[in-house]
Structure formats: structure tokens, C-alpha cells
């Protein structure tokens, strides 16, 4: 068993601690600090510094990890390796070179491809129907370290950015563990990563949820289980926010063709907007204020939405 100091925050790091609990002795956890949360917004521990207290594991929640005092509190706890999991926070050289096996990282992507801080979202988002995760040695660059060993995962055609997260971290998790081991050993040598290949992406924000009528309804399809669940997109019907859940393309006919886009049609039963390439139907809707609600029963309660323009 090795002496393992884990950082991780969210719920996709919540597998590979547990994972590590059940294997190895891991001396303590680093996650970010509380947040507000909910209605009430109430401070809120992370996913990671529950289950680190419920095994009775110490948890450090520094603001930044730049201190002496903090590198100095991790040194004390003389891990073998820093095990990192969506963790949050930028590495320096003081805290990569602190154990004797480095920091290695469970990425979700299959790097170099999907460097940053959302690269499940930026793989759905982009069309790619292959993803994975990555066991990585960490240096100071983004994501850019040696690979120890990746495994793939397909992205199906209705995956959301929630459903894909939560089976990269148990894939993640058992590749860790499988991997730790042999790396430990020395008898895996990380791979050093093709420049070549490397495309990187952003931090989400809440206004990444935004919904461009413009884009071909294809991109619009990707972009709404691209951001679900979090920031959600969203558009905009009289001045009221409307997030849209879920969608699906629909061929476009004739008159159809001529609507500007953001245009509001039916077709059958099925509520459409019209996008700047085909159109989209509105399976799942959630005005402000009120519950999730099909397309259709919006349509049914806003007299005007049909021929009406979303976005406005």
C-alpha cells in the first residue's frame, strides 16, 4: 500500500477516492473550500471532503496552494505520490516535485486531445463519438505531462455531459488503480505527449449555456446535452429565460426553409425551431419559474410562441 495524498473536488473524483481508500493509505485529502449552494446558498462541502470524512481521512481546504505553509503541511504527510482528480487548482513546481513519484492526474480525455478544464463537454460539443480518460504524470503545463495509460469510452448519441462524466470516473477509477501499481514500481515508462495533436478547452461558464439560433441544428443538439447538466442552455421567450433539456433534430420542408432562424413552427405534434441550418424539435422545456414540461405543453400555454422568435 502506498501513502497517497488525494485532491479532488467534485463528484467526478468521488470514484477514484474511493477506489484509493479501498487499496492504498491515503493520509489525506485536499479539496477546494466550501461553497454556497442551493436556494439558500448555504456553504456546501464538496463531493470528495464528504467521503474523506466519512473514512475518517484528515481534509485541507487552502484558498491557493502557493503557500509555504501549505507545500510544508503536505510534506508532513510524506506521500509516496499526489493523486489528482479534478481537483481545481494549478500545481506549482514546489507541490509537482514534493513526492518521490511525482503528481499524476486521471484526466477525461484521451490527451492530447481535450486539454483543460472541460473536456467532456468540449468532446460532446464537437461531434466526437470517442472519448476516454488518461492516467497522466504532471508537469507545469496544461495537462500536457507524460501518459502513464488511457482507456476509451464511446460517447453514445444521447449522451449528456452528466451521463458521460459520471462513466468516465469509474472507468477512471479502475484504470488508476490498475495502473498505480506498475507505475510505483517503475516499470511503466509515461509516454510523452504529440504537440501535434494537443487542442485544449475552456472553464464552462453560466453564459456558455447560451443557445445561438444561428448555428446548424446539429451544433444546437450537441451544445444542449453538451452543458446538461450544468450551466444548462438557454434561450430566451418574451424576455423570461427558457432552458431547453432536450432536443432533437427534424428535417426542415420547404416554407420551413425560408423562416429566419429561431422561428417557433410546429410539425404534427412536434413544437420546431428553426435554426440556421435545419431545425430543432423541443422534447423537454423549463420556463423560469416554473417545472420541466414537454415542448408542447409550452406551446400551449404561450399563445404567441408559434411563429414567435426565440432568443428575444
Not at 174 to 194: H, K, N
Amino acid at each position: 500500500m502506498a501513502r497517497i495524498v488525494f485532491m479532488g473536488t467534485p463528484e467526478f473524483a468521488v470514484p477514484s477516492l474511493r477506489a484509493l481508500l479501498s487499496h492504498h493509505d491515503v493520509v489525506a485529502v485536499v479539496t477546494q473550500p466550501d461553497a454556497p449552494a442551493g436556494r439558500g446558498r448555504a456553504p456546501t462541502p464538496p463531493p470528495v471532503k464528504v467521503l474523506a470524512i466519512e473514512h475518517g481521512v484528515p481534509v485541507l481546504q487552502p484558498e491557493s496552494l502557493k503557500s509555504v505553509e501549505v507545500v510544508d503541511q503536505l510534506r508532513a504527510y510524506a506521500p509516496e505520490v499526489i493523486i489528482v482528480a479534478a481537483f481545481g487548482q494549478i500545481l506549482r513546481r514546489p507541490v509537482l516535485d514534493l513526492p518521490p513519484h511525482g503528481c499524476v492526474n486521471v484526466h477525461a480525455s484521451l490527451l492530447p486531445r481535450w486539454r483543460g478544464a472541460s473536456p467532456i463537454s468540449a468532446a460532446i460539443a464537437a461531434g466526437d463519438t470517442m472519448t476516454g480518460v488518461t492516467i497522466m504524470q504532471m508537469d507545469t503545463g496544461l495537462d500536457s505531462g507524460p501518459i502513464v495509460s488511457q482507456r476509451s469510452e464511446p460517447i453514445r448519441p444521447d449522451d449528456t455531459a452528466g451521463t458521460l462524466s459520471a462513466r468516465l470516473a469509474e472507468l477512471g477509477a479502475e484504470l488508476l488503480i490498475e495502473t498505480l501499481p506498475a507505475y510505483l514500481a517503475g516499470s511503466i515508462r509515461p509516454q510523452p505527449q504529440d504537440e501535434a495533436q494537443a487542442t485544449k478547452c475552456g472553464l464552462l461558464k453560466k453564459e456558455d449555456g447560451r443557445i445561438d439560433w444561428q448555428r446548424s441544428a446539429l451544433e444546437i443538439e450537441r451544445h444542449i446535452r453538451a452543458v446538461s447538466p450544468w450551466p444548462s442552455a438557454f434561450t430566451h421567450w418574451e424576455g423570461r429565460l427558457v432552458r431547453v433539456l432536450r432536443a432533437a433534430v427534424r428535417e426542415v420542408s420547404a416554407p420551413q426553409l425560408e423562416l429566419p432562424a429561431g422561428t417557433v413552427f410546429t410539425t404534427g405534434r412536434a413544437v420546431c425551431v428553426r435554426c440556421g441550418e435545419g431545425a430543432l424539435e423541443l422534447i423537454e422545456v423549463q420556463p423560469e419559474g416554473k417545472r420541466s414540461m414537454s415542448g408542447a405543453d409550452f406551446a400551449r400555454g404561450q399563445r404567441r410562441l408559434i411563429g414567435g422568435r426565440l432568443g428575444s
